[in-house]
């Protein structure tokens, strides 16, 4: 094929070099819309790396995927162009494709059986296999010996297999790619669609035979106990791999109460079908955690008919009080106790096993088993509401058991524990607890002149916020929180994690500190607080201010109480999640740049060290292929014409159709500069008038490289104005222009049609690139884009990539948006060195609409 093409190359070089000329035209233009595309991609890449944007890992494989093609796309062009050379980047360019692609992908999956393992099995030691729920509960029944509901596990094994079978993996990581959690709609719709595909899917009858045979051995085991199977009952929770870990999915995942067996393998599908509800989407993906990390095992468990049950905080999650226990308990199953439906009886233990202090809760109602199937709340009989749940006996039994997880696992424990009917203590489950940094002589917050909406509220997580309240009654009402609200609910259902993003601060009329809301509010470090003390005087759409730390809620904005807070941190860990890794990866091969200078010697494909480094050297080595036709020994001399403007820049025309006086599409060697008074190409005349305005300043060096600047300064290095390195380029005819044009490392590409009739005409503008530091190139974007919008553009901002367009006006008008273009670029050369911060960004751009168009000496820079 190579040989092919080169005698095909050569032949029409020496008998039809005009078809050599139209042919590396129409592939530069190929090639410029392949670096387009790739410039995009890249943009986006870095700008969720930069700005920690939480997305799927999905949406970053199609990101990179899209950008790897425009880059292979750009290679196959400048081979079109030039196929005597650089065919060694194809080969670079499959290299670093492998990494990236292989570090992107998933791992590879067992789905081989065993489908079922109990709790007492080896293997279910393993989170792998078993789950984060199922191999922490295996651990604390066959090491510490802890007493554990019978139970088995179905493991990631069969999750993996369901899916496969099912066709399952392919829809979802379409469907992931294309998720965004910061829609509502799109979060809803796209969780609706998966859990509808999980729960549509048949159970494989290999599996399907094995849950059978674990339910037939499960009954069993009952009947030899005494009971009887039309009585037994099962529980199934989910145990997905990361679940109950670093990160808690503290319910975020579905768990199933009262399960008749003939219903367990529905529940199985609908655990699983939870992986994909949106509060779990939201959180995983807020975690920086792949889908393809949580393969989703489930466990099946003995329905305890629980007559108390709840929580164990092994520390003080406030870090107020180290080394206390604390114990929550109410009455029935402890579902109302993390859900936040009752308020649960506290028990303070401390480090020597003394009782220090008991708070008996509201237990106007408790959770129990229905009649048929599931379970339901039920009225606290009189005499029970103010009685303590739980035994002294008890008490001690769990605080006992407690610190001996506790010492295992080395880290505070969250744990959840139940008490049978027959007096029987068991252990459910125990995760990782997160506690606060403890509070050393900190001064109490300043309190304002003013009295408090609520007070006395305890503390779910620490800090201060202000935002306008938002009462939440309703699932339904998640879609309608707005950004940066302070939520008022009357408990705290673990659903509302998926809107965490928006909150400013939760208040809970009612619950514990003990909650699964409470939970991810403390991984997310969003200020909360339990206050039913003045809860029902809180308005929607006032504005409030939160301070958890006081445990209380003022009216107003009180900027007092909020600059005494550092504000919320990346609590959640999330700059060093796995996707955050994986994004680091990825910007390392294909955003870092070495290939700065054109003219080095270095300037080669074998110097190639990263995606960004072959679309530098393709496109410099297409341009110069394009302008520069007869620069190469022994050919003669004809292409582009350097353009005179009168500006301190080097300018290349390529005239495809009378854009000059002349109408010299192949200069002769006398006619190879071309003037500004030879030039008709209408959209570029009134660019060029815009970028001559006699009140912008050429002054300063237009052509360097930005980013080694202090190295010229220091070294005292002399730029030369000639080297095409710096050059800039158009492609033209009377009416047609598509310009590179380029500021050291800013460039700029303008296409640009102006003629009649209107519908015709159109403008489309692209700025990227640019020396200096991240938060200087996003404000010149911002101003950029702020201009380009008052002059009549539709404008795009992604990280420091601009993008803009003008359709369907006339000539007249188009000529006028490219003259205030030009004054635009000649004002924005130095531009984010002038803004410095992000508040000045306005003022700016109303001065430029006002006539300033030199920045040197605005607001005394």
């Known amino acids: 094929m190579l040989i092919k093409n080169l005698f095909r190359h050569w032949t029409y070089q020496v008998f039809a070099p005009g078809t050599v000329l139209r042919e590396k035209y129409e592939a530069f233009k190929r090639l410029l819309e392949h670096d387009r595309a790739a410039h995009e991609h890249l943009a986006i890449l870095e700008d969720l790396y930069c700005h920690r944007r939480r997305v799927d890992l999905e949406f970053v494989v199609r990101t990179y995927e899209a950008f790897s093609v425009a880059v292979a796309g750009m290679v196959r062009e400048l081979l079109t162009m030039c196929p005597m050379g650089y065919w060694s980047l194809k080969d670079y360019h499959k290299k670093f494709d492998f990494y ?23 293997n279910c030691l393993d989170e792998d296999i078993s789950g984060g729920k199922a191999s922490v509960l295996a651990r604390l029944k066959q090491t510490l010996g802890l007493p554990a509901p019978q139970g088995f596990v179905i493991t990631t094994r069969a999750f993996h297999f369901f899916m496969e079978a099912g066709n399952l993996t392919p829809f979802v990581r379409q469907q992931l790619a294309t998720l965004d959690i910061d829609d509502p709609i799109s979060l809803a719709s796209t969780a609706q669609a998966l859990e509808q595909a999980v729960l549509g899917t048949p159970l494989p009858q290999d599996l399907a035979r094995e849950i059978e045979e674990a339910l037939v051995s499960f009954e069993n085991v009952a009947d030899s106990s005494g009971k009887s199977s039309a009585s037994f009952r099962l529980a199934m929770r989910s145990s997905a791999v990361r679940e109950d870990g670093n990160t808690s999915f503290a319910g975020q995942y579905l768990s199933l109460m009262n399960v008749d067996t003939a219903d367990v393998a529905l529940g199985y599908k609908r655990v699983i079908a939870s992986k994909y509800s949106p509060a779990a989407l939201a959180y995983r993906i807020r975690s920086g955690i792949p889908d393809h990390d949580t393969p989703m095992a489930v466990l099946v468990l003995e329905m305890i008919e629980a007559s108390t049950a709840g ?27 993390v859900d936040g439906r009752v308020i649960p009886d506290m028990i303070r233990v401390d480090h020597n096993g ?70 029987e203590l068991y252990i459910l489950q125990s995760r990782p607890l997160k506690v606060q940094e403890p509070v050393e002589k900190k001064l109490p917050s300043p309190c304002p002149d003013i009295s408090p909406l609520c007070r006395e509220g305890r503390i779910i997580c620490p800090g201060k916020s202000a935002g306008y309240l938002f009462k939440l009654n309703r699932l339904e009402q998640l879609k309608d929180i707005p950004e940066q609200a302070v939520v008022a609910a009357p408990f705290g259902l673990p659903q509302y994690a998926a809107a965490i993003h928006r909150m400013a601060g939760i208040i809970l009329q009612t619950g514990s500190t003990a909650g699964h809301l409470a939970s991810v509010a403390r991984e997310f470090g969003l200020p909360a607080i339990i206050c039913p003390d003045g809860f029902d005087t809180l308005e929607s759409g006032s504005m409030v201010t939160l301070d958890a730390d006081a445990g209380r809620v003022y009216p107003g904005r009180i900027a007092s109480l909020l ?188 296409d640009c049609i102006c003629t009649h009739p209107r519908e015709e005409n159109y403008i489309l503008f692209r700025f990227s690139g640019g020396g200096g530091n991240s938060g200087g190139r996003w404000r010149r974007a911002a101003f950029i884009a702020g201009v380009l919008e008052k002059i009549g553009f539709i404008t795009q901002v992604t990280s420091d990539l601009i993008d803009g367009r003008v359709m369907g006006v006339d000539e007249t008008r188009i000529q006028e948006i490219l003259d205030l273009t030009g004054r635009l670029l000649g004002a924005t050369k130095l531009m984010d060195m002038y803004l410095k911060e992000e508040a000045d960004v306005e003022e700016y751009v109303t001065a430029f609409m006002g006539g300033q168009y030199d920045f040197r000496s605005f607001r005394g820079e």
Request: aromatic share 10%.
């Open 100 to 122: 990236v692609r292989f570090m992107l992908a998933p791992p590879k999956f067992d789905f081989s059986p065993p489908f079922i393992i109990t709790l007492d099995q080896e």
């Open 311 to 337: 929580v164990i905080y092994t520390q003080d999650v406030n870090g107020r009080d180290p080394g206390s226990l604390r114990i929550y308990s109410a009455w029935g199953l402890g579902g109302a106790v």
């Open 563 to 750: 600059s005494s807070s550092p504000g919320r941190s990346d609590q959640d860990g999330f700059s060093k999640s796995i996707l955050m890794d994986k994004l680091g990866f990825l910007i390392r091969f294909c955003a870092d740049l070495k290939l700065t200078d054109p003219d080095s010697k270095d300037f080669n494909p074998d110097a190639c060290r990263s995606m960004h480094d072959i679309i530098r050297f393709v496109h410099e080595t297409a341009v110069r292929e394009m302008f520069f036709l007869g620069q190469r020994k022994g050919t003669r001399k004809k292409g582009a014409r350097q353009l005179i403007s009168g500006l301190p820049m080097l300018f290349y025309v390529l005239d495809v159709g009378s854009g000059n006086e002349s109408g010299l599409i192949f200069p002769s060697e006398k006619n190879a500069v071309l003037g500004m008074e030879e030039l008709v190409c209408i959209p570029m005349k009134a660019l060029f008038k815009g970028m001559s305005h006699p009140d912008i300043c050429w002054d300063e060096a237009s052509h360097f490289d930005w980013e080694s600047y202090d190295k010229i300064v220091m070294a005292g290095g002399i730029i030369s104005a000639d080297s095409p390195q710096f050059g800039s380029y158009a492609v033209v005819s009377r009416t047609y222009m598509n310009l590179n044009l380029r500021f050291g490392y800013h460039f700029v590409i303008l």
């Open 354 to 423: 003394d009782i220090t202090d008991i708070r008996i809760g509201a237990k106007e109602s408790h959770l129990v088993p229905d009649a048929g199937q599931g379970i339901c709340m039920a009225k606290t009989i009189k005499a029970k509401r103010d009685a303590l749940s739980i035994a002294t006996t008890e008490i001690i039994t769990l605080n006992e058991w407690a610190r001996k997880v506790e010492k295992y696992y080395k880290i505070p424990q969250d744990m959840e524990w139940c008490l049978s009917s027959q007096r």
